[in-house]
């Protein structure tokens, strides 16, 4: 996934010659408590976020110019990054949102914490046999009954409990991925367990064809 298939295309920007009273209307109407400072050309030029604006009005400041922060400062993506820059920047820099540039450097959306967290709660809702079928996919000659037959004896590794392949079948088509990551102890352990099913299966069809 790019930054612009993640980002908000309603997003709000201001000028540096706008008024902060009236920035500040702006974001309370929209609901939008960040935004791009950008020229006629709609270039970066600056970001202020609510709390700027508070503290302007309580220095009794009037421009937006005045409070911004400018573009050297700021944290942006262009819209073919990788979204995953999205995640890292936001949580490594505590970041509310981040403006995406276009080619010719203008704004043309912005990525906000909450467009992360929506973006994730819709991937945790995947099915677990949408991951398997894609595995199907990738290992080329090797059935989806091998693939749950192996599965299974995966899975009995891991837990210590005996389970059918058609038990286990059954399992991953009414489970989430968000479910599995959950009942796994977290994504490593759940890839691991996906590697490891990968793993066997190839190795048990090596040795079946030396027979």
Same mark, same amino acid.
């Given at each position: 996934?790019?930054?612009?298939?993640?980002?908000?295309?309603?997003? @709000?920007?201001?000028?540096?010659?706008?008024?902060?009273?009236?920035?500040?209307?702006?974001?309370?109407?929209?609901?939008?408590?960040?935004?791009?400072?950008?020229?006629?050309?709609?270039?970066?030029?600056?970001?202020?976020?609510?709390?700027?604006?508070?503290?302007?009005?309580?220095?009794?400041?009037?421009?937006?110019?005045?409070?911004?922060?400018?573009?050297?400062?700021?944290?942006?993506?262009?819209?073919?990054?990788?979204?995953?820059?999205?995640?890292?920047?936001?949580?490594?820099?505590?970041?509310?949102?981040?403006?995406?540039?276009?080619?010719?450097?203008?704004?043309?959306?912005?990525?906000?914490?909450?467009?992360?967290?929506?973006?994730?709660?819709?991937?945790?809702?995947?099915?677990?046999?949408?991951?398997?079928?894609?595995?199907?996919?990738?290992?080329?000659?090797?059935?989806?009954?091998?693939?749950?037959?192996?599965?299974?004896?995966?899975?009995?590794?891991?837990?210590?409990?005996? @389970?059918?392949?058609?038990?286990?079948?059954?399992?991953?088509?009414?489970?989430?991925?968000?479910?599995? @990551?959950?009942?796994?102890?977290?994504?490593?352990?759940?890839?691991?367990?996906?590697?490891?099913?990968?793993?066997?299966?190839?190795?048990?069809?090596?040795?079946?064809?030396?027979?």
């Amino acid at each position: 996934m790019k930054a612009k298939e993640m980002m908000d295309k309603d997003f @709000i920007y201001v000028s540096p010659e706008d008024t902060i009273a009236d920035v500040s209307i702006k974001m309370e109407d929209s609901r939008r408590f960040t935004s791009p400072v950008v020229d006629n050309e709609m270039k970066l030029l600056g970001w202020v976020t609510s709390l700027d604006i508070t503290k302007g009005l309580r220095e009794k400041k009037n421009k937006i110019s005045e409070i911004m922060r400018p573009k050297d400062e700021i944290r942006y993506l262009h819209e073919n990054d990788p979204s995953r820059l999205a995640v890292i920047e936001t949580s490594n820099s505590k970041l509310i949102s981040i403006p995406v540039l276009d080619s010719n450097e203008a704004v043309i959306g912005v990525i906000r914490s909450f467009d992360i967290v929506d973006t994730l709660s819709s991937l945790y809702e995947v099915k677990v046999s949408k991951l398997y079928e894609a595995m199907e996919k990738q290992l080329k000659g090797v059935t989806w009954e091998e693939l749950m037959e192996a599965s299974a004896i995966i899975s009995q590794r891991t837990t210590g409990k005996r @389970i059918k392949a058609e038990d286990y079948e059954r399992n991953i088509k009414n489970s989430t991925f968000g479910e599995a @990551i959950w009942a796994t102890g977290g994504l490593e352990r759940f890839f691991a367990g996906l590697i490891a099913v990968g793993e066997l299966v190839i190795a048990r069809k090596v040795g079946r064809a030396r027979k």
